[in-house]
Each structure stands twice: as structure tokens, then as C-alpha cells.
């Protein structure tokens, strides 16, 4: 597989994990959805560096390190996002019958 097709792979999850968020908000409070959420990605990332480990010495000698790469990823993600969220914060919170204006 080439490179652009494993970030289009990359993406698409992304877009699909999405999706399966912006459906439950139609039954379950959002807040709750992005709590769920946030601990889904705990919790795999945690099985990820645990079965990624030769053994639990190993796992164990890895886990500060793993949960610095790990909380400073997820920083960077939420910067990106909340910087591009600012800069279109109109076009991505319009909902129907909202006039844009450049408040």
C-alpha cells in the first residue's frame, strides 16, 4: 500500500469514528458522546502499547514514555483542530436559517 492510500485509509477512518459520534449526539447528550469517546481512545491506545510490548517488564519501561508521546499527540490534534475551528468557526457551526456575518 502506498503512501497516499494509507492516508486516505488514516482519513477515512477519522471521518467514519466521526460520523459514529455525530449519530449517537442525535440520542445522547454530546458532552457524554466526547467522554466515551475520549476514553474508547484511552483504552485502545493502552491495549496498543501493552500488546505491542515483548513483555510486561517491557510494557512497564515504556509506559511514561508511551503516555508522553501519546498526551502530546492528542495536544496537537486538539490545538490543529481547535485553531482550525477558530479560524472557521462560522462555516463549521452554521446551522440552517444562520445569516454569516463577520462578528
Excluded at 28 to 48: C, G, H, T, W, Y
Excluded at 78 to 94: A, C, I, M
Amino acid at each position: 500500500m502506498s503512501q497516499a492510500d494509507d492516508e486516505r485509509q488514516y482519513w477515512d477512518l477519522v471521518d467514519d469514528f466521526i460520523s459514529r459520534a455525530n449519530e449517537h449526539c442525535d440520542t445522547v447528550d454530546p458532552s457524554m458522546v466526547s467522554a466515551a469517546m475520549l476514553q474508547a481512545a484511552s483504552r485502545f491506545n493502552a491495549f496498543i502499547v501493552a500488546s505491542s510490548s515483548v513483555d510486561r517488564k517491557e510494557y512497564t519501561e515504556e509506559l511514561d514514555a508511551s503516555l508522553r508521546y501519546l498526551t502530546n499527540q492528542y495536544r496537537d490534534y486538539l490545538r490543529d483542530n481547535l485553531e482550525d475551528y477558530r479560524e472557521n468557526f462560522k462555516v463549521y457551526t452554521r446551522t440552517e436559517g444562520d445569516e454569516l456575518n463577520d462578528d
